[in-house]
């Protein structure tokens, strides 16, 4: 499976975003999808997850109430609808898929990875 993110930019405190996610393969289906992000110094960390079926989804508490994650499997597309966006919110989002469902806040957990694509908030 190969992922291709796009969608970033520079955008002013407050703004909005959506991320896309592409994948190839046949199996984009049955994966759950994440996003995870990481700013200059720190860590990777965990934004969102959803199932295979978009039923379920998870977020990490900084952007619960901003941040919207789906997914279109017709397209073999997942998306990061991100809004009221922060200077914190700089990083470089990756997406990334995972068989397993189980522990999708954990990036050691999933499969396949995209290239990134860098999120800039103006203060």
């Known amino acids: 499976v190969q992922l291709q993110a796009s969608g970033g930019g520079l955008v002013q405190t407050g703004g909005s975003l959506r991320l896309s996610c592409a994948a190839s393969g046949r199996s984009f289906s049955s994966f759950t999808m994440g996003w995870f992000r990481q700013a200059p110094g720190k860590e990777r960390e965990f934004v969102a997850a959803?199932?295979?079926?978009?039923?379920?989804?998870y977020y990490t508490d900084s952007v619960k109430g901003r941040f919207t994650i789906s997914r279109d499997n017709a397209k073999n597309t997942v998306y990061l609808q991100m809004n009221s966006l922060k200077p914190e919110d700089t990083a470089v989002y990756y997406c990334?898929?995972?068989?397993?469902?189980?522990?999708?806040?954990?990036?050691?957990?999933?499969?396949?990875w995209g290239q990134g694509t860098q999120v800039t908030v103006s203060s």
């Open positions: 959803i199932s295979w079926s978009g039923s379920n989804t």
């Open positions: 990334a898929a995972k068989v397993v469902s189980a522990s999708y806040d954990s990036g050691n957990t999933y499969n396949f």
